[in-house]
């Protein structure tokens, strides 16, 4: 068994959902002790019970310690076995971070799945559906992974009951990516939304957007949109398009937050991207590291900012897996990444 102290590097949930995944697609048992301790409130809340959850019944694992707060797991999968799955946070946790813990083991797994979860689907803390849509999910396809997506209905904080679809194919032919540079600035796209509110709030998001983003003199592609909603919320998303890469960023209103404000939030972080010079946001590099681990060869990757949750999956790697990373770069610098990667155990 694995024993593993998952109080070092960024110390949070992240070491839980990934250590799952790689548990669940290497068949190897693991103990995880001192689960969130570097939270405010340490050990698992109910999002990760519910990846525990969730890992456990695509493995038909052996369980010990899922409870609220504990801060020891062990998990023992015994199989992987893609089938139909629906998983309800119940809260306004983000859906988008139980799906990143199960759709990488189903990817490798022994026939397709479809995927129900219901849950936060833009939330604080995670990446919004948008931000799967439009970055995550087109990169996957690039590496070979076969996963959509699709949106029945927003979840916001902090009601959640936003209802997501997806649909996973196990992948047989995999590439490495070498996203390495950027090119270019060719335009700026975006989507200012709203749920169950006026949807002049979301043209107040697009018109400031578009009034700071205007001096970068390349085409900016904004629209509007009113998303079906449990709850009442905005967000806004906007993705630089370089010749070689994308970065994407988002921001979420709240209560009493201008939409002005949500607009500057997105705004502010892209344009550090921008500035930065990498090829992709800090975000995508840290989701894209699992994934390239099971492909055989070297992926590259230019990161505008290296972040802490990198270093972390990079760290938790090794204790699965034969493979190699490199990242060079320091802590909130832009910085460039290498992997080589490992087949995948077949089904």
């Not at 189903?106 to 931000?131: K, N």
């Not at 996203?179 to 400031?208: F, P, Y």
């Not at 709240?254 to 949500?262: D, N, P």
Request: hydrophobic share 45%; aromatic share 6%.
């Amino acid at each position: 068994m694995i024993e593993i102290d998952a109080s070092f590097g960024e110390g949070g949930g992240q070491i839980l959902r990934s250590a799952l995944a790689l548990s669940v697609i290497t068949g190897e048992a693991m103990r995880l002790t001192n689960i969130r301790a570097r939270r405010p409130q340490p050990g698992m809340k109910p999002q990760h019970l519910k990846a525990v959850e969730a890992a456990a019944q695509i493995s038909a694992a052996q369980v010990e310690g899922a409870t609220l707060g504990s801060q020891t797991l062990c998990f023992e999968p015994a199989g992987l076995h893609g089938g139909k799955y629906a998983f309800d946070i119940g809260t306004a946790g983000a859906v988008s971070l139980l799906l990143q813990t199960v759709y990488l083991p189903l990817s490798f797994a022994d026939g397709p799945s479809r995927l129900t979860l219901v849950g936060g689907t833009h939330v604080p803390w995670s990446p919004c559906y948008h931000y799967l849509q439009w970055q995550w999910l087109p990169y996957l396809a690039a590496a070979g992974y076969r996963v959509d997506c699709s949106l029945e209905r927003a979840g916001f904080y902090p009601r959640g009951g936003g209802l997501l679809h997806v649909n996973i194919v196990p992948s047989r032919h995999l590439s490495p990516l070498r996203i390495t540079e950027r090119g270019r600035l060719l335009r700026i796209r975006g989507l200012s939304g709203v749920g169950r509110l006026d949807r002049s709030i979301a043209e107040r998001q697009r018109k400031q957007a578009i009034d700071q983003l205007r001096e970068l003199a390349v085409p900016l592609e904004i629209e509007v949109a009113d998303v079906p909603a449990a709850s009442p919320g905005t967000f806004i998303v906007l993705q630089a398009e370089f010749e070689g890469g994308r970065c994407c960023a988002f921001a979420l209103g709240a209560r009493h937050k201008l939409a002005e404000k949500v607009a500057d939030e997105a705004v502010a972080e892209l344009r550090a991207d921008i500035v930065a010079g990498g090829a992709i946001d800090a975000w995508l590099a840290d989701q894209l590291l699992l994934p390239l681990a099971f492909i055989p060869g070297e992926s590259a990757l230019s990161v505008c900012r290296i972040s802490r949750h990198l270093r972390t999956n990079a760290e938790l790697l090794g204790y699965f897996l034969p493979v190699s990373v490199e990242i060079d770069g320091e802590i909130d610098q832009p910085g460039m990444v290498r992997l080589r990667g490992v087949a995948a155990p077949a089904p």
